[in-house]
């Protein structure tokens, strides 16, 4: 493909234009996505009155009591504990951090 871009456009017709063949056109490369981050920040208190509390950093996140409380003590023990708390709260991959992040609206 030693052939200038100018002379390649006269030889292929002119790109875009309808049923003429467009030698840059192919197929899109793979976008390579970075993984998610794992979730971290998150505590959670057990209160006496069977209560807990999730917070995450020093905000507190949720409160869960009654049976909910009771199934959530037995999955954060027998998994991770921060992913189990970032399902439980809802903040779970949701992927658009950034892309909200960076919307002129949420700038400040």
Known sequence: MGVPPLERSREWGRVGAAGAKNPWVGPTPPTYHPPMPRPN?????????????????????????????????????????????????GNYKRGNERTARNHPRNRH
Do not use: C, K, N
């Not at 949720?62 to 709260?89: I, K, Y």
């Open 41 to 89: 920040g998150f505590a959670y208190a057990h209160h006496p009155d069977d209560t807990v509390t999730i917070t995450h950093g020093t905000r507190p996140a949720t409160t869960l009591r009654g049976p909910r409380a009771t199934q959530f003590l037995a999955e954060v023990e027998s998994g991770d504990p921060q992913l189990v708390m970032a399902r439980w709260t």
